[in-house]
């Protein structure tokens, strides 16, 4: 079910919920069928990391644009330098972070009970506070290149 915009051709892609929210359904029939003895905070982490991202960067955006002055200029010339933004790194690199983020969150709030050792996933508090900046970081990386497109400064980085 795609709904277009009056912004052009751009519509509304569900299938970041359909992808974790089939992943939570899943572990959440696994844990109540005793697949395996996970907290529930663990069997809802990927809807956490959905929701937690997509709140991250809505607001990362609203804090640039509200923050950054932006030179707006016609609809239709704006959409064509906005289809031509290809850098997604900072994106991805951003979804990353936040998803490590959540993941030594659960670890903070309950240890496992066997150390692994890997100390990325330690839920330590210098760790969290590394992805969290990062994850920050990443997102105002990413929208800094739309502004940049919106203001008509040539994007080299993609």
């Known amino acids: 079910m795609n709904s277009s915009s009056r912004w052009g051709a ?8 359909w992808l974790f929210g089939g992943l939570t359904v899943l572990l959440v029939m696994g844990k109540v069928l005793g697949l395996w003895g996970w907290s529930w905070w663990r069997v809802a982490l990927p809807l ?21 002055p932006v030179r707006y200029g016609l609809e239709d010339e704006e959409n064509d330098r906005l289809r031509m933004h290809r850098a ?4 991805w690199a ?7 983020f959540a993941l030594n969150v659960v670890s903070r709030l ?4 066997a150390s692994t050792g ?4 330690s839920g330590r ?20 290149r739309i502004g940049y497109l919106l203001n ?7």
Not at 88 to 91: D, I
Not at 118 to 121: D, G, M, Q, S, V
């Open 94 to 100: 951003g979804f990353i972070f936040l998803a490590c």
């Open 48 to 68: 956490f990391i959905f929701l937690g991202f997509n709140g991250l960067y809505s607001a990362m955006g609203f804090l640039y644009l509200s923050s950054v």
């Open 10 to 17: 751009k519509s509304i892609e569900p299938t970041g919920v």
């Open 125 to 144: 508090v210098e760790v969290l506070i590394t992805f969290g900046v990062f994850s920050v970081v990443s997102l105002w990386l990413y929208w800094s």
């Open 88 to 91: 997604r790194a900072p994106y």
């Open 152 to 158: 008509g400064v040539e994007d080299r980085h993609s």
């Open 118 to 121: 890997w100390w990325l996933f």
């Open 110 to 113: 309950e240890p496992a009970e």
